[in-house]
């Protein structure tokens, strides 16, 4: 029979689901929805209060790509994530424990959502320099939980199912810590933004250090030069504001010191921290020494991002660990036990 055009609930679920969004993420945050769109979403573009009246806001530049999922009833599984090494490393190179030690895990609550493996290769053909997340909407709890698909699919499917690309849907697991707006969530979704930023850091101070390691046996004289440009184009780049990644901070110090000494402030020597770059006392490292210990550190923040701040916030012992021991607080450090006479 012949009928007027019907409205039926999945649109209804999929205004309801937005509406939250838009809800529990800050009022000033903008959400850019593609029409149509093919796997991707939307971007969410960030912005940060200007002045104190709190009625203007400047975008800084930073996009997050979203995929906004919605659920009618959550369902909540139990999970126990082992402590291991990267698993980029695969298998055989995870453990290094010894036969019978008790490893460290987590046990930690996750809600389960079925996903399209056409929408999981799309994300991964994006690559790792932006970041996909997923905005799951259990209408049943009127919430929102985020988990970043891009690391996902590096640091647990690829891992946990090599196969995952041959199967219709795979099952994702979203950390309930993960919930949108508490704080653990918004420090991840605020890291994500600035991904590209970091990146572009990463490659930047890797160019540096090997541009003063060439020098470093035969010109010292071009080195100070080099290290007085290479501090100043460093400090330029808006990346040394994320607070839940601490190492910046301690690297942004470091480059102020050298900026301040470059520009005559000798007593500038005192503040940048040599030792943390060398065991030995400050005296016994030259300033050339001292210059390429600091860049060899702000080459390996890289390293460091691949190996431990992609898994932040994911359904892993790195990813879970660090949002109790940092982002939740003390109350929640019993989700990080030993597992005795675990043999997995």
């Not at 891992?159 to 979203?174: A, L, N, Q, V």
């Not at 949108?180 to 990146?199: E, I, N, S």
């Not at 503040?271 to 016994?284: L, P, Q, V």
Request: aromatic share 12%; net charge negative.
């Amino acid at each position: 029979m012949a009928h007027k055009k019907r409205r039926n609930f999945r649109h209804v679920m999929e205004d309801d689901s937005g509406a939250l969004l838009r809800s529990t993420l800050p009022r000033e945050w903008v959400l850019h929805e593609y029409a149509p769109d093919y796997g991707i979403d939307g971007t969410v573009e960030i912005f940060e209060p200007v002045g104190d009246d709190g009625e203007s806001f400047e975008t800084l530049g930073e996009h997050i790509f979203f995929q906004l999922k919605s659920i009618n009833k959550s369902n909540i599984a139990t999970k126990v994530a082992v402590q291991r090494s990267n698993p980029l490393l695969g298998r055989e190179m995870l453990s290094s424990r010894k036969e019978g030690d008790e490893p460290w895990a987590v046990r930690f609550d996750a809600i389960t959502y079925d996903m399209e493996v056409d929408e999981l290769l799309t994300v991964e053909a994006m690559g790792a320099s932006v970041a996909v997340v997923l905005f799951l909407v259990p209408l049943d709890r009127n919430e929102v939980y985020v988990v970043n698909l891009t690391d996902y699919i590096d640091r647990v499917l690829n891992f946990d199912d090599p196969e995952w690309r041959s199967r219709g849907t795979k099952r994702m697991y979203i950390p309930l810590v993960n919930r949108v707006p508490t704080p653990p969530a918004m420090a991840l979704l605020r890291q994500y933004g600035k991904r590209a930023k970091l990146m572009h850091l990463f490659n930047m101070a890797t160019y540096q250090y090997t541009a003063i390691s060439e020098w470093f046996d035969d010109r010292e004289d071009i080195i100070n030069t080099l290290a007085s440009r290479f501090c100043d184009r460093l400090l330029a780049l808006d990346v040394w504001n994320e607070d839940s990644w601490s190492i910046l901070q301690h690297y942004h110090d470091i480059l102020v010191g050298y900026r301040d000494f470059f520009a005559g402030d000798e007593s500038a020597i005192n503040r940048i921290g040599w030792k943390n770059f060398d065991n030995s006392s400050n005296e016994t490292l030259d300033m050339y020494t001292k210059i390429r210990f600091t860049w060899q550190g702000l080459k390996s923040l890289g390293l460091s991002y691949e190996d431990l701040v992609r898994e932040w916030g994911l359904p892993t012992y790195n990813g879970i660990r660090h949002l109790a021991l940092h982002e939740l607080g003390p109350e929640y450090s019993e989700l990080v036990e030993h597992l005795p006479n675990y043999k997995g």
